[in-house]
């Protein structure tokens, strides 16, 4: 199977805004292969995890790689096709087999197209944007994309979390510049090495032999006193697809095993209640007066608003319309909570960035005001999940449209 075609249906990123005639990667966008209503069938709605091939390990305890059980890592895509459009990239692992990849068109805070892969041991899933229901991969799919995190897994954790050999050539010589690392059931990892004996290049092989993704053109850089993969292109073939640059690199990250599930496909929360990824965003807290009343909150919301004009006019943005509040543990307001509706184009330190978290919501049509409420959300949480404020949404255009919200701390 030639590799673009497996490669080009794993990400289904962007490729309806950039060149048509470029090979797809990964990462990319491209047409499921066959109906897309035949995954959504396959779907479960009760929170089923999806299945793996019978002869694959199912999800193994984590483990301790290089000192650490988990690393996130963001950064800049910008691809060749559309050099003016950057991206944010922010791929997330616990080792050694749960993986998340989240892309966003444009930066991730205030994106309002986002596309994620997920790896929960050895089963993988797409969800698309303004899609509730994921889409599983399987046969070559799956593998393919299992490939694909591997090899960043590999690059990010260079030289540990893998068995390297020194290959030969058809004479039994050692070739010393190369190393080689098999994956049972996928293919394996090679990587020429640069004079100081880091990964100059990393080719990712499927069973067949056959090339996919090419890491290339490695750049090595110091940060926090730790060398990194801070920079490198991604090939398909003789062609250069996009280059990516690290901006943050946190090895201290905290992610649940429900962060590796698409929302439908985590254990059903009580009823009534919904699972959500809330997306990242710049906010800015304002406090409201101690016997403010739930009724008022829409009113001093316009009016904190209005206050704003200038200052948004300076940032090139604007306040999200809708009205959202910090509670209490009695679920009385105690601040209003202002939302960005995209990037400020200005420096603006005093809105604070919130990152992406998942949460747990109940969703009406009337205001939700008892304590039962805030208990049901509570009760959807695991054991020692750290939680943080709850709020409250409500649209100003719909009377009947109400979301109380207990996120997890990011």
């Not at 992610?255 to 985590?266: M, N, S």
């Not at 054991?383 to 719909?398: A, E, N, T, V």
Request: charged fraction near 25%; proline fraction near 10%.
């Amino acid at each position: 199977m030639p590799a673009p075609t497996a490669f080009a249906l794993l990400a289904s990123l962007l490729a309806s805004q950039l060149a048509a005639s470029r090979p797809a990667s990964a990462l990319e966008s491209a047409p499921l292969p066959e109906s897309a209503s035949r995954y959504a069938t396959d779907t479960p709605r009760d929170g089923s995890p999806g299945q793996a091939p019978a002869d694959a390990p199912g999800l193994g305890p984590r483990q301790t790689t290089d000192g650490i059980q988990a690393l996130e890592v963001c950064a800049t895509l910008t691809y060749d096709a559309a050099p003016s459009r950057p991206h944010a990239l922010r791929i997330s692992y616990a080792f050694p087999d749960r993986a998340r990849l989240y892309m966003a068109n444009g930066p991730v805070e205030g994106a309002s197209d986002r596309r994620l892969r997920y790896r929960h041991g050895e089963v993988v899933w797409a969800l698309e944007p303004r899609q509730a229901q994921s889409v599983e991969y399987k046969a070559e799919d799956r593998a393919a994309l299992l490939l694909s995190f591997e090899a960043r897994r590999a690059l990010y954790l260079w030289p540990h979390g893998f068995e390297w050999v020194v290959p030969v050539d058809g004479a039994d010589r050692p070739l010393d510049l190369l190393r080689e690392a098999q994956l049972p059931r996928l293919g394996k990892l090679r990587v020429e090495l640069d004079a100081q004996g880091r990964p100059a290049r990393l080719d990712a092989l499927g069973l067949d032999g056959a090339a996919g993704e090419s890491w290339r053109a490695i750049v090595w850089e110091s940060r926090s006193d730790r060398l990194i993969p801070a920079g490198h292109e991604i090939w398909l073939g003789d062609q250069r697809v996009w280059t990516e640059r690290v901006t943050t690199w946190d090895r201290q990250a905290r992610l649940l095993d429900g962060f590796f599930l698409p929302a439908d496909r985590r254990p059903a929360p009580p009823p009534g209640v919904q699972h959500l990824d809330l997306p990242a965003h710049r906010l800015k807290r304002v406090a409201l007066p101690k016997d403010a009343a739930l009724d008022a909150v829409p009113a001093l919301f316009e009016q904190e608003v209005a206050s704003r004009a200038e200052e948004m006019s300076k940032l090139g943005t604007t306040i999200e319309p809708k009205v959202t509040v910090e509670l209490d543990d009695q679920l009385r307001p105690t601040h209003l909570l202002l939302r960005l509706a995209g990037l400020p184009q200005t420096p603006a330190p005093e809105w604070v960035s919130i990152p992406e978290r998942s949460g747990w919501a109940i969703v009406s049509r009337t205001r939700p005001g008892g304590q039962e409420d805030l208990e049901r959300l509570r009760s959807a949480a695991q054991k020692g999940q750290p939680l943080g404020r709850p709020y409250l949404r409500h649209d100003l255009k719909d009377p009947t449209s109400f979301v109380l919200v207990l996120p997890l701390d990011p």
